[in-house]
């Protein structure tokens, strides 16, 4: 079974701390994607890792980096967190190549920023 | 242009009854492939059903089937004999064979009512 964790379920961080959110795979994926989750508008990347080391920026990548050093792990790190910032954060991995290959979410992270 | 249209925020299902939930995509690639996601009100995002632009035949996986109609460019899902276990946020999404990304619609939260 595939499994893709994210190292929380929920999290309260103060305005201004620096967030970081992990997550893991196991299925040696290649690719890697960070999503957030909103009422109304459903699942907007952040960004996605096609190779260690190697990352691209998705629709909302403004307040956001990401660190991928290696194959199974993806963090998406908030420099100074902010109130819009609070929303559903969601990882997902999923295999290269054929358009067959569906991809895997984690358990989601619910982020509050007070 | 959105890629992944889906115009039904909210529906409502008698139990046992069928129902459609509507997908439009757009996309000028050849090879593509259709998925839907089921998430539950714990957030987790659950794999349902795929459909391959080059496939002939709808998909089906037990009460869930995709009304593929390529020329219409929609990829409806069907559920059959709803359960009250059915209700959910439903995502459908695609992926070109350019690229590695997952576009998503904003999504259809189902209520079946007992």
């Given at each position: 079974d595939v499994k893709v964790t994210q190292s929380s379920r929920y999290l309260v961080k103060r305005t201004g701390e620096k967030v970081f959110l992990e997550c893991v795979q196991d299925m040696d994926h290649e690719n890697m994607f960070w999503y957030r989750q909103d009422p109304g508008l459903g699942l907007r990347l952040i960004y996605f890792s096609y190779d260690v080391k190697m990352k691209e920026k998705g629709d909302i990548p403004e307040g956001y980096s990401v660190s991928r050093e290696k194959k199974e792990r993806f963090s998406l790190i908030l420099e100074s967190a902010s109130t819009n910032q609070t929303s559903m954060y969601l990882c997902a991995s999923s295999y290269t190549g054929a358009v067959t290959y569906e991809q895997y979410f984690g358990p989601?992270?619910?982020?509050?920023?007070? | 242009a959105q890629k992944i249209t889906q115009t039904q925020p909210g529906m409502f299902v008698q139990e046992k009854e069928a129902v459609t939930l509507d997908c439009t995509?757009?996309?000028?690639?050849?090879?593509?492939?259709?998925?839907?996601y089921k998430q539950p009100s714990s957030g987790e995002m659950i794999f349902?059903?795929?459909?391959?632009?080059?496939?002939?035949?709808?998909?089906?996986?037990?009460?869930y089937s995709l009304n593929?109609?390529?020329?219409?460019?929609?990829?409806?899902?069907?559920?059959?004999?709803?359960q009250l276990g059915?209700?959910?946020?439903?995502?459908?999404?695609?992926?070109?064979?350019?690229?590695?990304?997952?576009?998503?619609g904003t999504?259809?939260?189902?209520?079946v009512i007992p």
């Open positions: 989601g992270t619910r982020l509050t920023v007070t | 995509y757009d996309t000028s690639d050849q090879s593509y492939g259709l998925f839907w349902l059903i795929y459909q391959g632009s080059y496939d002939e035949q709808n998909a089906t996986e037990g009460r593929f109609q390529k020329a219409r460019k929609s990829a409806n899902l069907v559920i059959s004999a709803s059915d209700s959910a946020m439903y995502f459908c999404a695609m992926r070109e064979e350019t690229g590695n990304q997952f576009y998503f999504g259809t939260s189902l209520t």
